[in-house]
T-cell receptor, first 113, second 113 residues
Framework: GENVEQHPSTLSVQEGDSAVIKCTYS??????FPWYKQELGKRPQLIID?????GEKKDQRIAVTLNKTAKHFSLHITETQPEDSAVYFC????????????FGKGTHLIIQP | DVKVTQSSRYLVKRTGEKVFLECVQD?????MFWYRQDPGLGLRLIYF???????EKGDIPEGYSVSREKKERFSLILESASTNQTSMYLC????????????FGEGSWLTVV
């Protein structure tokens, strides 16, 4: 099955700086890569996703890049703000069928004022 | 807005008890999932279902079973609860097409004593 590795587990940045979270996956058939944000005590919510037919996608201050050859994808957050503090999860599907998503272990992003 | 509702937010059960966690979605989604979330381990897939009365094992099905008698409802069953099943349980649903957004419920915090 799919295996997703996520780094770092904790990331502390100054407000206004950029944050980058990286993930690798193992199943070359995976074709859907979402990112979820989970605030304390709340459900994970989708913030951005990318499919294997594109290399980059941007939505305001967040962007995701995908390198299919290397099997890795990254989340980039620019001009970080206090409300960006949360746990972020990357995920990948299992390359076909309704197999659900395999998630990374999460990154706790801390925005320092 | 997609709504995934988990009937119990907080439960305390005794070792050996049979536990039912209920989940209902209101978007006519084909796929439903049960994940378990533990600190440092991320979200791990327990079981999923892509149709009524259909079920598939995820990555950690041991000690759990599921039931999907109606399209909108997916139940997670702990036949004989154990302390190592103390965790946060997240139900989710998604449309039938591969690579679609998964929507999560608020989660059920289960403590087994």
């Amino acid at each position: 099955g799919e295996n997703v590795e996520q780094h770092p587990s904790t990331l502390s940045v100054q407000e206004g700086d950029s944050a980058v979270i990286k993930c690798t996956y193992s199943d070359s058939a995976s074709n859907y890569f979402p990112w979820y944000k989970q605030e304390l005590g709340k459900r994970p919510q989708l913030i951005i996703d990318i499919r294997s037919n594109v290399g980059e996608k941007k939505d305001q201050r967040i962007a995701v890049t995908l390198n299919k050859t290397a099997k890795h994808f990254s989340l980039h957050i620019t001009e970080t703000q206090p409300e960006d503090s949360a746990v972020y999860f990357c995920a990948a599907n299992s390359g076909g069928g309704a197999d659900g998503l395999t998630f990374g272990k999460g990154t706790h992003l801390i925005i320092q004022p | 807005d997609v709504k995934v509702t988990q009937s119990s937010r907080y439960l305390v059960k005794r070792t050996g008890e049979k536990v039912f966690l209920e989940c209902v979605q209101d978007m006519d989604h084909e796929n439903m999932f049960w994940y378990r979330q533990d600190p440092g381990l991320g979200l791990r897939l327990i079981y999923f279902s892509y149709d009524v009365k259909m079920k598939e094992k995820g990555d950690i099905p041991e000690g759990y079973s599921v039931s999907r008698e109606k399209k909108e409802r997916f139940s997670l069953i702990l036949e004989s609860a154990s302390t190592n099943q103390t965790s946060m349980y997240l139900c989710a649903s998604s449309p039938g097409t591969v690579g679609n957004t998964i929507y999560f419920g608020e989660g059920s915090w289960l403590t087994v004593v």
